[in-house]
Nanobody, 116 residues
Framework: QVQLVESGGGLVQPGGSLRLSCSAS????????MGWHRQAPGKQRELVAG????????EALSSVKGRFTISIDNVNHTVYLHMNNLRPEDTAVYYC?????????WGQGTQVTVSS
């Protein structure tokens, strides 16, 4: 079993920045990849960005390219989402996920609100 703890969400003005963190813990797990999804009200959950355990990013949402960066600390099993130049349309609940050899696990979600 893997537990995920997310932090870093909040309220920010348009053009501002936030950094989301997600730490995985448990026993005997091996990470294949980690990533961030988001779900806005009335919309389906979508993949924002993922990254392999070795640090290769992949599958970034086109609307966030150049603004969001994903990184991983594979020693501490932590994934980060650095979000710059935030827009109101980035408002959503952001969910961390981790893919291991035994399954996919999700965090509880952290709210990001971009508003003036």
């Amino acid at each position: 079993q893997v537990q995920l703890v997310e932090s870093g969400g909040g309220l920010v003005q348009p053009g501002g920045s936030l950094r989301l963190s997600c730490s995985a813990s448990g026993s005997g797990f091996s990470i294949n990849s980690m990533g961030w999804h988001r779900q806005a009200p009335g919309k389906q959950r979508e993949l924002v960005a993922g990254i392999s355990e070795s640090g290769f990013p992949h599958e970034a949402l086109s609307s966030v390219k150049g603004r969001f960066t994903i990184s991983i600390d594979n020693v501490n099993h932590t994934v980060y989402l650095h979000m710059n130049n935030l827009r109101p349309e980035d408002t959503a609940v952001y969910y961390c996920c981790v893919v291991t050899r035994t399954g996919t696990y999700w965090g509880q979600g952290t709210q990001v609100t971009v508003s003036s």
